[in-house]
């Protein structure tokens, strides 16, 4: 499995209104097909250049999966958030789940 993570900083000033556009993208990018779910969350440390912090974990199957989605997607995908370009700051980091972990129940 992959993580195609998205991680954003948001000027204060577009705050609500990038997510409220942002519920709808994360919609768009998963109606491709290209991934099994996602993810949003607000990064809880105050960032030195201000606005709000989120990242967007997107869950692939395969590799495959991830390399259609740039090949396809995410150029037509990446252009619907221009408006916000000038207000937010966004970086993409690809992972591969190599385990995953899950506390195990001790029965009495």
């Not at 993810?39 to 495959?64: F, I, P, W």
């Amino acid at each position: 499995m992959y993580i195609y993570n998205v991680t954003i900083n948001i000027d204060e000033s577009v705050h609500e209104e990038w997510l409220t556009w942002m519920e709808t993208h994360i919609l768009d990018v998963l109606n491709t097909g290209r991934f099994l779910s996602a993810k949003l969350t607000q990064v809880l440390v105050d960032e030195e250049m201000g606005g709000k912090t989120y990242s967007v974990q997107y869950t692939a199957n395969t590799r495959e999966d991830l390399d259609d989605y740039y090949q396809f997607d995410a150029d037509k995908l990446q252009k619907d958030g221009l408006k916000f370009a000038d207000k937010m700051v966004a970086f993409r980091t690809e992972l591969k789940v190599i385990n995953e972990f899950f506390p195990t129940v001790a029965s009495n």
